[in-house]
């Protein structure tokens, strides 16, 4: 699933140690996260929006089945 959390976060002037601070989880997620690598919980998609003051929309892309 793509995702905008690397310009988003750029947006907020937050580094990926800030953003994982206020998520509870590793950079390391942060990282994987925004390389695309790790979908992550509905959870911790909500927290995203919600820090980033946007709808789950804004911060994830489905792409869903192409046929």
Do not use: H, W
């Amino acid at each position: 699933m793509k995702n905008n959390i690397k310009v988003l976060r750029a947006q907020y002037s937050m580094t990926q140690d800030q953003l994982a601070e206020k998520l509870s989880v590793s950079r390391q997620t942060i990282i994987s996260l925004e390389k695309e690598k790790y979908n992550p919980s509905i959870i911790l998609a909500f927290k995203l929006a919600e820090i980033f003051n946007c709808r789950i929309e804004d911060v994830f892309i489905y792409e869903g089945d192409v046929e």
